[in-house]
């Protein structure tokens, strides 16, 4: 029974509704790749309630949802619904964030054709409508209003047992009963292996390169001259779908090799997107801008010092370079959580049955910008060399304990830590009076190690 005073829509919208087979916006290219993906998300659909798809801007989260959405939506009598939440900006509220369900739901109205009326709030309208329907929702960029989100979609599926919800974020929504999916970038040609002409097009990233420049300049081909650029470029752009595309939209004026030349300035050079796209999307610094101003002032800090460490990190190495009184190490763990979280930071699965400390990384996008950020502050030279100084200590400790019984210990973690120990050998030569800083981390690493072809 809906709520005293509000109107039974049941009834009235009864025959024009249920014919409905929902509203799901129309895409104007195909999506390349992503079928494993496909298929694990329709299984999850299935079977639970809220599933949510998570990672970072420009990974794909709603093209992914839109394709699951499309295939799964003759499994719904009431259709399948798209809402897009960035209707909800922030500066057209008086507050930085939406904290009010009613608002969500007003707008989850309007996407399915149902203006709010007179006599109740948006949320037990829309529950009255959708009491025993059997509907897919698709909640679109759910981060920027995530507190209300939590508390609109807990409504939501507690009173309506035949709805069920897939969502986007660039974090969880953190209720009850949701399952969170993690979206990863498309897959990159492995830099060790140069693969065939007819191999390389079997990487996603290179395969949404080739079709859509294909769709830019026609008689684009991928070929033997260009094929190193490419695959280069794809690992460079680190597989995300956003970054390529914006690369391609480079393809009319320059070759491969030229764009992979100028990608050291990626911010400048992917600036020219579809005037269709939403302005988030339309160059990568917006992209990245979008995640950083939904962060809290302590995360944006650690995210700007992460940038000094290459190729990954663990939390003892944080501690050491990324603490001080505006960071501190006790507030450290949930910090770093919040970067995790919001898809800025990623754990790295060890695999197989190694022990150790626990790794994260950044994508090199997301590297980039927040390096950005520490010259911004002024603070680049000072945490490049607390990194520095972390790594001839780990040095000395890999050489002490090298005779040990940790020898296969420290032999794994130097070879996971080379490219932080390069990067500060790096910046010792290019950096004034840094120099002399070299010979204390050759001379402090083991010499077996050099010798053994690591």
């Not at 079977?47 to 970072?56: D, F, S």
């Not at 501190?328 to 995790?340: K, N, R, S, T, Y």
């Not at 997301?366 to 607390?386: C, N, S």
Request: aromatic share 6%; glycine share 8%.
């Amino acid at each position: 029974m809906p709520s005293p005073g509000v109107p039974d829509w049941k009834e009235a919208s009864r025959g024009g509704r249920r014919s409905m087979r929902g509203s799901l916006p129309a895409q104007l290219s195909p999506l390349v790749g992503r079928g494993r993906e496909i298929g694990q998300v329709k299984a999850l659909v299935t079977k639970h309630r809220l599933v949510t798809l998570t990672g970072v801007g420009g990974v794909g989260k709603t093209r992914l949802a839109l394709q699951v959405a499309t295939d799964l939506r003759r499994q719904f009598s009431d259709g399948a619904w798209f809402v897009d939440l960035t209707h909800l900006q922030a500066s057209q509220l008086p507050g930085p964030e939406v904290r009010d369900p009613d608002l969500i739901a007003h707008v989850v109205l309007l996407a399915l054709g149902m203006p709010q009326r007179a006599g109740g709030s948006p949320v037990e309208m829309l529950i009255s409508y959708l009491t025993d329907r059997q509907t897919l929702v698709v909640l679109d960029n759910c981060e920027q209003v995530g507190p209300a989100c939590a508390v609109f979609v807990d409504q939501l599926l507690v009173a309506c047992a035949g709805v069920r919800v897939l969502a986007t974020s660039r974090e969880p929504i953190a209720v009850g009963g949701e399952v969170i999916y993690p979206v990863q970038p498309l897959p990159v040609p492995d830099r060790d292996r140069r693969a065939d002409l007819r191999d390389l097009t079997r990487y996603e990233s290179v395969a949404l390169f080739v079709t859509r420049a294909q769709a830019v300049t026609p008689g684009f081909t991928l070929t033997h001259h260009n094929r190193d650029a490419v695959a280069e470029l794809c690992r460079r752009l680190d597989g995300l779908p956003l970054a390529i595309e914006l690369a391609v939209a480079r393809v009319r004026v320059l070759a491969p090799q030229q764009i992979l030349e100028r990608v050291n300035d990626r911010f400048a050079l992917l600036s020219r997107g579809r005037r269709d796209a939403p302005g988030r999307q339309q160059t990568l610094r917006a992209c990245v801008e979008w995640s950083f101003d939904l962060c809290g002032k302590p995360e944006r800090v650690l995210w700007a010092r992460l940038s000094v460490f290459v190729g990954g990190f663990t939390l003892d190495a944080v501690e050491s370079v990324c603490c001080d009184e505006l960071l501190p190490a006790h507030d450290l763990v949930d910090v770093l959580a919040g970067l995790v979280d919001k898809s800025i930071v990623d754990r790295l699965d060890p695999g197989g049955d190694r022990s150790g400390p626990v790794r994260y990384r950044m994508l090199e996008t997301i590297r980039d910008y927040g390096m950005e950020r520490l010259a911004q502050a002024g603070d680049q030279a000072l945490f490049r060399a607390r990194h520095r100084d972390w790594c001839r200590e780990l040095v000395a400790a890999a050489g002490a304990g090298w005779s040990s019984h940790r020898q296969p210990y420290w032999q794994a973690r130097l070879t996971e830590e080379q490219p932080n120990v390069r990067a500060a050998i790096e910046f010792c030569l290019a950096t004034p009076g840094e120099a002399e800083m070299v010979f204390p981390i050759v001379e402090l690493m083991p010499r077996a190690y050099w010798g053994s072809g690591v």
